[in-house]
C-alpha cells in the first residue's frame, strides 16, 4: 500500500505505516530527515489528511487501502473512533437544491446526505428546487457542524494528488507553479498517454520532481478513472432525482481520543523528540502547536504532560467560557451550552464552571423539573473517564446529580471535548442512585460505533460510580 500522509499525526502515522511495510510516498521534507527510510514521489492509494480542527484525520482513496489503513489507525487506542463517509471525495451525485444561503446552496442528494454549493462553484444562476450534477470536493468529518462542500465543475479524482484531468481545452490545465512555461508542459506530451478531449491535465504540487514513470503511471490512472466517470455519467443519463452516480473512492473519519493522542505522541516520540502531550496540546489550538515545535527544538524536558504550563499560556483559566462539546458514538457534535469557569487547579487539572439554566421541561434521567434560575455546576478533571453535575434550584434545593460516563477528557482553551459512551449515573434528590441508558451503549456496540473493549471500561466506571455515590 502506498500512503500519503499530511498534518499533525503524520510522523506517528508514518512511523505506523512504515512498521507495517506500507510505503509513504510524497513525504514532507521533515518526515524525510526522521526516518532512515525511502519515500518516492509514486502516486497514493490512499491519503491521509488532519482534519481542519486537529481532532482527527479522513482516509480517502482506493476502498480496500482505506478500510485496511482505518483499522490501523483505530488500532492506535481504545478511544480511536471511527466512521464511514456517505458522501466521499471525487463522488458525483445529481442533487436537488432544497435552500439557499447567504453564500450558496444546500444540496439534497438523497438517502440522507447533504452538500454545500458555493454559488462561486456552480455553472450558472442556482436556485430552490433546481436539479444539479455535482461532485464533492471536501467531504466534512461527521462531528463537525457542516457539509461537504461541492462544485459543478468536474475533476476525475487524484491519484495521490500528482494528477488529475478536469474539464478544459488546454492540453496542460494547472502547473505547480501555475505557469505554462513549467517543464511539466513538455513533460507532458513526453508521456504519450492519450488524454480525452474536452479534458485538461492537472498537476498537482507532488509531480514536481516525481519520476517519468510516476508521472505516466499517475495520468494513465487519471484517464483510466475519467473514462470511467464518463461512463457512469452516460449510464445516469439527465439529471432527474437526487441519486449517486459516481463513487469510485471511499472516504472514513478517524477521531482520536486522549488516549489515542497519547499512544500516537508513543509513536512519534521513536522517530524525533516529542514532548508528553504533544498530539494533545497540538488538537488544541494553532497557536499551541507553534509552542509545541518551539518547546521541542529547545529541547524542553518534561516527564508527563504539563497540563499547568498549558492552561496557564492557552488556557482554560478562571473567568473564561468554556463550551461542553458532546461527542457521540454516531459521530455527530452537540454542543451542551456554555459555562463560565469559577475554579482551575492546573496542578492537577481539575476545573469548575457553572451553567444558568433555562426554564422548561426536566433533567435526563432525573425527572426533577428544570425551572428558572437552576443552576448546573459541572466538575471535569484532564483525563478522567467521566464529569459530574449538580443541579440546584435558585434557592439552593438539590434537583440531583448527574454523572457522563466517556472518553477521557480534554480541557481546551475553549471547550471540553469528549465522546459520550451513553451509560450515566445519576444521583436522584432522595440519595438514590441508578445506572441507566446501558442498553444505548449496548446498541452503539452491536451498530460498530463503540468497540467492546471501550464499552466495558465504560461499565465498569459506572459501577465504580455507583457505588462511590451510593456510599
Known amino acids: 500500500m502506498r500512503v500519503r500522509i499530511r498534518g499533525i499525526y503524520a510522523t506517528a502515522l508514518t512511523a505506523a505505516c512504515l512498521d507495517a511495510g506500507h510505503t509513504v510516498v510524497q513525504a514532507s521534507e521533515p518526515i524525510r530527515e526522521r526516518f532512515d527510510a525511502t519515500f518516492p514521489d509514486d502516486p497514493a492509494d490512499v491519503t491521509v489528511e488532519t482534519t481542519a480542527d486537529r481532532q482527527g484525520v479522513g482516509l480517502s482513496g482506493d476502498p480496500d487501502a482505506v478500510a485496511s489503513l482505518r483499522e ?4 492506535i487506542g481504545d478511544d480511536a473512533l471511527d466512521w464511514d463517509e456517505t458522501v466521499p471525495a471525487g463522488a458525483v451525485f445529481d442533487g436537488r437544491v432544497s435552500g439557499t444561503t447567504g453564500g450558496g446552496a444546500v444540496l439534497d442528494l438523497g438517502e440522507d446526505r447533504e452538500a454545500y454549493l458555493p454559488f462561486d462553484a456552480a455553472d450558472g444562476y442556482v436556485e430552490t428546487g433546481d436539479t444539479i450534477r455535482v461532485q464533492i470536493r471536501e467531504p466534512a468529518p461527521p462531528w463537525l457542524d457542516g457539509r461537504a462542500t461541492a462544485t459543478t465543475a468536474l475533476r476525475t479524482p487524484g491519484v495521490g494528488a500528482l494528477a488529475a484531468l478536469e474539464e478544459g481545452d488546454a492540453l496542460v490545465a494547472a502547473t505547480p507553479d501555475g505557469t505554462a512555461e513549467h517543464e511539466l508542459v513538455q513533460t507532458t506530451e513526453m508521456l504519450n498517454v492519450d488524454v480525452p478531449d474536452a479534458w485538461a491535465v492537472r498537476w498537482g504540487r ?25 461512463r457512469a455519467i452516460d449510464e445516469a443519463g439527465d439529471v432527474d432525482a437526487p ?10 473519519w478517524v477521531w482520536f481520543g486522549r488516549d489515542a493522542r497519547f499512544a500516537l505522541d508513543d509513536r512519534r516520540r521513536a522517530a524525533t523528540a516529542t ?39 492557552f488556557g482554560p483559566r478562571e473567568g473564561d467560557t468554556l463550551a461542553i462539546e458532546h461527542g457521540k458514538p454516531s459521530g455527530r457534535l452537540i454542543t451542551l451550552g456554555s459555562g463560565t469557569v469559577t475554579n482551575c487547579e492546573p496542578s492537577t487539572g481539575k476545573v469548575t464552571l457553572e451553567r444558568e439554566m433555562h426554564p422548561g421541561g426536566t433533567y435526563d434521567a432525573l425527572g426533577t423539573e428544570r425551572e428558572a434560575g437552576d443552576i448546573a455546576t459541572t466538575r471535569v478533571q484532564e483525563g478522567r473517564e467521566w464529569y459530574m453535575t449538580r443541579y440546584e434550584g435558585a434557592d439552593g434545593t438539590t434537583k440531583g446529580t448527574y454523572v457522563n460516563v466517556s472518553t477521557p477528557v480534554e480541557l481546551f482553551p475553549d471547550a471540553i471535548r469528549y465522546v459520550d459512551l451513553q451509560v450515566d449515573v445519576v444521583k436522584h434528590p432522595d440519595g438514590t442512585v441508578d445506572v441507566v441508558d446501558e442498553d444505548e451503549l449496548e446498541a452503539d456496540v452491536e451498530a460498530g460505533d463503540v468497540p467492546r473493549a471501550l464499552a466495558d471500561r465504560a461499565l465498569d466506571v459506572a459501577d465504580r460510580l455507583a457505588d462511590g455515590l451510593s456510599e
Open 72 to 75: 490501523r489507525c483505530v488500532d
Open 243 to 252: 441519486q449517486a452516480v459516481y463513487r469510485p473512492l471511499r472516504t472514513a
Open 206 to 230: 507532488a509531480a514536481d520532481g516525481a519520476s517519468f514513470a510516476a508521472l505516466r503511471e499517475a495520468l494513465e490512472a487519471a484517464v483510466e478513472r475519467t473514462d470511467d466517470m464518463e
Open 275 to 313: 514532548m508528553p502531550g504533544h498530539h494533545r496540546t497540538k488538537a488544541a489550538t494553532p497557536a499551541a502547536s507553534r509552542a509545541v515545535d518551539f518547546a521541542e527544538a529547545v529541547g524542553v524536558d518534561a516527564e508527563e504532560f504539563p497540563f499547568d504550563a498549558v492552561s496557564a499560556a
